[in-house]
């Protein structure tokens, strides 16, 4: 049986993107949800043209199953640290800021690896992702085994924002 959904407020109107970021996130819409007849394609200079992009900052290489009590142990965690000098969850929330994520990636063309990021090591399309979210995509000295740990530089893609109420 479900539940009644719970009672919704009125919300403030949310402030209107500029031109850029809405032009920004048009493009990323579209590539999330591509026309059923677009198809990737190779280039003459070994790219690829793709009408999906895919990201996921997954843990990698690990070992143990936390389903049967088993304590996972991971290679690379990926687990992004996000800290903020003041948060009041009752009046604020935590933006994901897609623009800051996405700046050194294009979007429209895959340079090898899975198509998008995939938390693979051989991915080229994840160092810039790696490098904004404050993790360490390549060991920092052989036998370090640091990969997927914080990079001692702050992330830049997470940040307190006004709350909004969902709409009814």
Known sequence: MRKAPPARLPREAPAAPSAAEAARLEAIVKLEAPKEKEQSRVNGDGTITASTWMMHFGSTGCKGDPLTGEIASCAAPNRIAVRFDAFDPAKQHVILDLEALLAGVDLSHDAGGATGCMSGLADPECGPLYEVAGLRFKESAPDMNDI?????????????????????
């Open 148 to 168: 997927g740990k914080p990079s001692g530089v702050p992330q830049r893609i997470f940040r307190v924002g006004p709350k909004i109420l969902a709409a009814n």
